[in-house]
């Protein structure tokens, strides 16, 4: 990944404001966006099972599929962060941070287990 978050962020609303898209761009209608372009990347990888979804993943007409539903999420979370007015990256360390103190590494190193069961 070569391209800071900002300068991806403009180019997104670029692309928005060069359409006039910016009325559709609501919190409410960008948050429903995002679960349906996130049930898009994950109907890619439905009933698949793992040796199943690692073949796919070989196949480049499947990664670009992959790769244009991962995209389309993260072109709405940029669009929402500038909707909502919530820096984006500041919003990820702050989370990481949020994290770290659920799943101290200590407790939940090479575990799946859910925080209040750690
Ligand atoms: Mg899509």
Same mark, same amino acid.
């Given at each position: 990944?070569?391209?800071?978050?900002?300068?991806?962020?403009?180019?997104?609303?670029?692309?928005?404001?060069?359409?006039?898209?910016?009325?559709?761009?609501?919190?409410?209608?960008?948050?429903?966006?995002?679960?349906? #372009? &996130?049930?898009? @990347?994950?109907?890619?990888?439905?009933?698949?099972?793992?040796? $199943? =979804?690692?073949? +796919?993943?070989?196949?480049?007409?499947?990664?670009?599929?992959?790769?244009?539903?991962?995209?389309?999420?993260?072109?709405?979370?940029?669009?929402?962060? #500038? &909707?909502?007015? @919530?820096?984006?990256?500041?919003?990820?360390?702050?989370?990481? $941070? =949020?994290?770290? +103190?659920?799943?101290?590494?200590?407790?939940?190193?090479?575990?799946?287990?859910?925080?209040?069961?750690?």
């Amino acid at each position: 990944m070569s391209d800071s978050l900002e300068a991806l962020r403009q180019e997104v609303l670029r692309f928005r404001d060069a359409r006039a898209w910016s009325r559709f761009h609501t919190p409410k209608n960008l948050a429903m966006a995002i679960g349906v #372009e &996130s049930a898009e @990347l994950s109907e890619l990888f439905l009933w698949k099972d793992d040796a $199943e =979804v690692a073949e +796919a993943l070989a196949r480049p007409d499947f990664r670009e599929k992959v790769s244009h539903e991962m995209a389309d999420v993260l072109v709405l979370l940029l669009t929402m962060s #500038e &909707s909502v007015g @919530l820096d984006l990256a500041a919003a990820l360390r702050a989370k990481l $941070e =949020v994290n770290g +103190a659920k799943y101290p590494v200590e407790k939940s190193y090479g575990r799946a287990t859910k925080y209040d069961a750690l």
